[in-house]
């Protein structure tokens, strides 16, 4: 029984993880779009 709490809690780092990540390329993905077309 124990183990499946900290499986949950496991997968929702994860999924946080996954969300910062996205979040960080999608920045760097309009960073590089703003870039380009300003210069």
């Given at each position: 029984?124990?183990?499946?709490?900290?499986?949950?809690?496991?997968?929702?780092?994860?999924?946080n993880?996954?969300?910062?990540?996205?979040?960080?390329?999608?920045?760097?993905?309009?960073?590089?779009?703003?870039?380009?077309?300003?210069?």
């Open positions: 029984m124990s183990a499946l709490p900290n499986f949950t809690f496991l997968k929702q780092n994860i999924q993880l996954l969300v910062i990540f996205s979040t960080q390329q999608i920045q760097i993905y309009i960073f590089i779009a703003i870039k380009s077309h300003l210069f």
